[in-house]
C-alpha cells in the first residue's frame, strides 16, 4: 500500500516535476564536468573503453529490452538476458520497465494526441525534453499488467533507484578504479555516458517524429531516418515501427542500420531468443503501396 500512496504522490498531475529537473541538470552538469576532466587531468584510455562498453549496454538494454522486449512483446528471451536488460536498463535512468512501456504503450496507443506522453505536435522540445519537467497525468498501469505478473519486474520497479544508481554509476566507478581512475569512471563511464545516452533516447521522440520519411504510414508523425538510426541502435526506422511495432526489427530490410535487431537475432542463433516476430514482406509491401496512391491520388 505504501507503493500506491508513494506513486500517486509522484504521479499527482500539474506542475513543476522538480525530482527530474535536478536529477537530468546534474546528470547533465557532470557530464560537461567529465569533459572538463578528461581536458585538464587526462583520463585514461581505459576509462573511455569503459564508457563506450558501458553506452553500448545500456543503449542496447533499453532498445532491445526496454522498448521491443518489454513494451512491444516482439520477442522472447532467457532470464539471464531479462536480468541483465533490467539492470543496464536501469542504468540507463529512464525508469523501471513497467513505467518506461506504460508510457511507451500509451505513445503507441495515442500516438500525436494529447494522451501521448511525448506528443510532437506540441513541438520539437516538448517532444525531446519538455515533457519530463512537469509532472504528467498519473501512470497508467493497468496497461502493462502482464509486466506486472513477472517478480523480476516488481523488483526492479521497486529498487529501481540502487540499480540505477548501482550499475550506473558505482559499478563503472569501481571498475575504473582498478586502474587508478576512479573519478574518470563516474564522470565519464557514469555521468557523461548518462548525459551523451539521454540526448540519443530523447531524440527518438523528436528527431525520429520530425525528420525523415513515411514510407510505410502517413497516419502518425513518425519517421524512418538512416542518420537518427546511426545514432539510436536502429530506433530511427520510425515510421516502420509505428506501422509494425510488432516487428523485433525497426529497419526491415537487411542492409538497414539496426544493431538491436542484429543482437536479438545473434541471441537467437545462440539459443538465448526465440519466437522472434516478423511482419510478412508481402504486407510491408501493401502498407508501401498505400502510400504511395495517397501521395499520387490522381494516378489511382
Ligand atoms: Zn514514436
Ligand atoms: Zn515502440
Not at 500500500?1 to 546534474?26: C, H, Q, V, Y
Not at 520539437?124 to 509532472?135: P, T
Request: overall charge positive; proline content about 4%.
Amino acid at each position: 500500500m505504501r507503493e500506491t500512496a508513494e506513486r500517486k504522490r509522484i504521479d499527482s498531475p500539474g506542475g513543476i516535476f522538480w525530482e527530474n529537473i535536478i536529477a537530468l541538470a546534474s546528470t547533465h552538469l557532470l557530464g560537461l564536468g567529465g569533459i572538463a576532466y578528461c581536458v585538464l587531468v587526462r583520463c585514461s584510455v581505459w576509462t573511455w573503453l569503459l564508457a563506450a562498453i558501458w553506452m553500448t549496454l545500456c543503449m542496447l538494454s533499453v532498445s532491445a529490452g526496454y522498448h521491443r522486449l518489454f513494451a512491444h512483446r516482439t520477442y522472447r528471451c532467457a532470464q539471464i538476458v531479462r536480468i541483465f536488460y533490467l539492470l543496464f536498463g536501469a542504468a540507463s535512468g529512464q525508469a523501471s520497465i513497467l513505467r518506461w512501456a506504460a508510457d511507451h504503450r500509451v505513445h503507441h496507443a495515442h500516438t500525436d494526441d494529447e494522451k501521448d506522453p511525448y506528443n510532437v505536435t506540441k513541438g520539437f522540445w516538448w517532444a525531446h525534453v519538455g515533457w519530463l519537467l512537469f509532472r504528467g497525468p498519473p501512470v497508467d498501469f493497468r496497461t502493462v499488467r502482464d509486466l506486472q505478473a513477472d517478480p523480476w519486474i516488481r523488483v526492479q520497479d521497486r529498487f529501481y533507484l540502487p540499480i540505477a544508481v548501482g550499475v550506473g554509476m558505482l559499478l563503472p566507478t569501481l571498475i575504473a578504479w582498478t586502474w587508478g581512475d576512479a573519478v574518470g569512471g563516474l564522470l565519464i563511464a557514469g555521468c557523461l555516458r548518462l548525459m551523451v545516452q539521454y540526448q540519443i533516447t530523447f531524440s527518438v521522440n523528436s528527431v525520429a517524429h520530425s525528420i525523415g520519411k513515411r514510407a510505410y504510414s502517413t497516419a502518425v508523425s513518425a519517421r524512418d531516418s538512416w542518420l537518427t538510426a546511426l545514432i539510436t541502435m536502429g530506433e530511427g526506422y520510425h515510421n516502420y515501427h509505428h506501422r509494425f511495432p510488432g516487428d523485433y526489427r525497426n529497419g526491415f530490410r537487411w542492409y538497414h542500420f539496426d544493431p538491436s535487431k542484429w543482437w536479438v537475432w545473434i541471441l537467437s542463433k545462440v539459443g538465448l531468443a526465440w519466437g522472434l516476430k516478423r511482419v510478412p514482406a508481402e504486407m510491408v509491401r501493401k502498407a508501401c503501396e498505400a502510400v504511395l496512391r495517397e501521395k499520387a491520388p490522381a494516378e489511382a
